[in-house]
Nanobody, 124 residues
Framework: DVQLQASGGGLVQAGGSLRLSCVAS????????IGWFRQAPGKEREGVSC????????YHVDSVKGRFTISRDNAKNTVYLQMNSLRPEDTAVYYC?????????????????WGQGTQVTVSS
């Protein structure tokens, strides 16, 4: 079974830093893009950052550009999210995610896997 294990959250003051980790198992890790999402109380889950498997290209939502960096270590089946200059509005539960696509005939199936979430709280 595919499993994602997120960790590294905590309580930090505004301007501080945290590094989240997502360890994956049950898949050929270097073949799949991995993303981080977050969900704040009363808000919808939003994509934060992702990193491709083939060329290592990364994407960050505008609100975290220049502050967050996503990286991966394929030897350790781990993706990291380095979060600097944290703001109170970054407070949320952070989830790592991957989507494994399979095909049967002409039909494509998406299989979404989520980590259990790690709480990030930024105090002002």
């Amino acid at each position: 079974d595919v499993q994602l294990q997120a960790s590294g959250g905590g309580l930090v003051q505004a301007g501080g830093s945290l590094r989240l980790s997502c360890v994956a198992s049950g898949l050929s890790f270097d073949e799949y893009a991995i993303g981080w999402f977050r969900q704040a109380p009363g808000k919808e889950r939003e994509g934060v950052s992702c990193i491709r498997s083939d060329d290592g290209n990364t994407y960050h939502v505008d609100s975290v550009k220049g502050r967050f960096t996503i990286s991966r270590d394929n030897a350790k089946n781990t993706v990291y999210l380095q979060m600097n200059s944290l703001r109170p509005e970054d407070t949320a539960v952070y989830y790592c995610h991957t989507n494994i696509q399979t095909h049967k005939g002409w039909t494509r199936y998406d299989h979404h896997y989520w980590g259990q979430g790690t709480q990030v709280t930024v105090s002002s």
